[in-house]
């Protein structure tokens, strides 16, 4: 079983929509969480980092949050774009090991 | 002025070669990455070199062996290819050690598919 394990698998929303996607991990011990967005093609890009003390940090339209008790992470993307279609991975590190997720990919239709 | 770059883009060869894939960045950073991803879309780390040392080698099969010139480059050598080895090789760099709060930086993948 994966360390980090996020949902949707896929996800398709209409442009201008908000949206919503999950990480639940079991890494220990916890050291940070990134959220990356990967488009078709190219390398993943980081969006955010939270160390265990932040439960909330926006990048933009991005906002990731992170429950360090459940175990549990979110990344909300506010009134999408057609750009915003891409896979989202969830890394978890415990000192200097990093898990992946196998990523939440989104489809954003006009 | 691409910050982590990668050649080639494709390589396409036949099982039982030998090839070399190429990494640069251009960010003084002191660490760098090499990572594979497969079909299924899952990012694994292969190996990990902060100033010329070898800090991560994940359970890789020793006909990969990463080679850094200088702390800008780190290469990656592939021996007698399988047909298991296709899949995408991205490197990263960061400025220290990413088990911190330090941004991995990913150059644009290798497309490496053997026949």
């Known amino acids: 079983k994966n360390q980090v394990e996020q949902s949707p698998q896929s996800l398709i929303i209409l442009e201008g929509k908000n949206c919503t996607l999950q990480c639940n991990y079991t890494v220990s011990p916890f050291s940070n969480l990134r959220w990356y967005k990967q488009d078709t093609g190219r390398g993943p890009v980081s969006l955010t980092i939270m160390t265990f003390s932040e439960n909330t940090k926006s990048n933009g339209r991005y906002t990731a949050t992170l429950d360090a008790d459940t175990k549990q992470s979110s990344l909300h993307i506010t009134a999408s774009q057609l750009s915003d279609s891409a896979s989202y991975i969830c890394v978890v590190s415990a000192s200097n090991d990093m898990r992946f997720g196998a990523g939440t990919r989104l489809t954003v239709k006009p | 002025d691409t910050a982590v770059s990668q050649t080639p883009k494709y390589l396409v060869t036949q099982m039982g070669n030998d090839k070399s894939i190429k990494c640069e960045q251009n960010?003084?950073?002191?660490?760098m990455y090499w990572y594979k991803q497969d079909s299924k879309k899952f990012l694994k780390i292969m190996f990990s070199?902060?100033?010329?040392?070898?800090?991560i080698n994940e359970t890789v099969p020793n006909r990969f062996s990463p080679k850094s010139p200088d702390k800008a480059h780190l290469n990656l050598h592939i021996n007698s290819l399988e047909l298991g080895d296709s899949a995408v090789y991205f490197c990263a760099s960061s400025p220290y050690l990413a088990g911190g709060v330090e941004t991995q930086y990913f150059g644009p993948g290798t497309r490496l598919l053997v026949l």
């Open positions: 960010l003084g950073h002191d660490t």
């Open positions: 070199y902060n100033n010329k040392e070898l800090i």
